[in-house]
């Protein structure tokens, strides 16, 4: 193999020797999820791996004419690459297959593609065993650390076979089933929005696209590959209550007991969406003020939309929470806008968001002294 390999679009990948590990998480691991079962596992081929994951500057390369949202900071264009889809994201891996075969730059033989779960594991680890390859600041742009929003590539210390970014910043998309049943793909290594529990070499994930998901190049001889199992293939332990089943219950003394537990419940940034915003989409109102008297942070941005729990209820038309949060001290800057948006059609495409029901919004806007 060569020392590196360098593609037309500017990706550089690392070889990566076969070897052997052991896959997974022991069940004392914080955040450890029951397909995360322990096994040892071979790696018979050679690959490369992307150094980092692609970022909007190489993407755009290859894909020139996809849509898609460039964030808004300096840096943006060598950040990871964002809401893209799993299908889209191959389709990447096969053009630049045929661009890099016919400038000599890949043979017939191999070809770019996802990883696979076993590929990007084993990577990620690079001869590690801990839930994380150093110390998770240093190393990965987490809900933590990242002002929530991608950064650019390279940033962190990369790990110990030269690899940046395997935790952090974005999901990484793999090739692999993580639910056959529902037609969801994996993915791997936690992004900006999410806490150490996500940020772990042996985490799966489903893959749910959004601005929080990327992918990383594989350069790897043609043929096939082994998948890691489906979590259907896994025996599912009793589920735990969450607050929304003590609230169901009205068990406010479980709902305690859970919080007392697990702190990291009161906003579940890890859960798509968080608590706030579950509040509001499924018209939760005693439950928010519930978590806003316990702490939860009012202006907390949800991972596809990047709106406030105010934004979200405005947006869905939830006046009751629209009052709640604006009486607790929400920033209204742009609620107005939104309803103003509403108004002229612009949610539409969900049928039940007709323009018409924004009048009472802008209604209840201007009664609580929003212009």
Not at 189 to 200: A, L, W
């Amino acid at each position: 193999m060569q020392s590196e390999l360098a593609s037309s679009s500017g990706v550089r990948l690392i070889p990566v020797t076969p070897g052997s590990f052991i896959m997974g998480s022991p069940q004392s691991e914080v955040g450890r999820a029951y397909w995360e079962e322990e096994r040892e596992v071979t790696l018979a081929h050679e690959f490369y791996l992307g150094a980092t994951p692609v970022t909007h500057r190489q993407f755009e390369l290859v894909m020139p004419d996809f849509p898609r949202q460039l964030a808004h900071h300096p840096s943006a264009a060598d950040a990871p690459v964002d809401s893209v889809p799993w299908k889209s994201a191959t389709e990447f891996c096969e053009k630049l297959t045929t661009i890099d075969r016919e400038a000599g730059i890949l043979s017939s033989d191999w070809e770019y593609r996802l990883p696979t779960e076993t590929e990007w594991e084993y990577t990620c680890r690079a001869g590690t065993s801990d839930a994380t390859y150093g110390p998770l600041d240093s190393i990965a742009w987490h809900f933590g650390n990242s002002d929530l929003r991608p950064h650019a590539v390279c940033q962190k210390s990369p790990n110990p076979w030269g690899f940046y970014d395997m935790l952090g910043n974005v999901w990484e998309m793999c090739q692999d089933w993580f639910w056959v049943k529902y037609q969801q793909r994996a993915c791997r290594g936690g992004s900006y929005f999410n806490t150490q529990k996500c940020c772990r070499a042996a985490t799966r994930a489903n893959y749910g696209g959004g601005r929080y998901c990327g992918f990383r190049l594989t350069a790897a001889p043609v043929g096939p590959y082994d998948f890691c199992p489906s979590i259907e293939e896994y025996s599912t332990p009793p589920a735990k209550p969450s607050i929304f089943d003590a609230f169901d219950a009205k068990d406010f003394a479980l709902a305690e007991q859970i919080l007392a537990d697990d702190p990291d419940q009161l906003e579940a940034v890890d859960a798509i969406p968080p608590n706030l915003h579950g509040c509001v989409y499924l018209d939760r109102p005693e439950m928010l003020e519930w978590l806003l008297d316990h702490g939860a942070d009012i202006e907390l941005r949800e991972q596809d939309y990047g709106g406030t729990p105010l934004n979200g209820a405005v947006v869905h038309r939830n006046k009751r929470i629209i009052r709640i949060l604006v009486e607790r001290g929400a920033d209204t800057t742009s609620a107005m806008d939104l309803a103003q948006r509403g108004l002229a059609g612009e949610f539409e495409y969900d049928a039940s968001l007709d323009r018409e029901g924004y009048r009472e919004i802008v209604e209840l806007l201007r009664e609580l002294g929003i212009e």
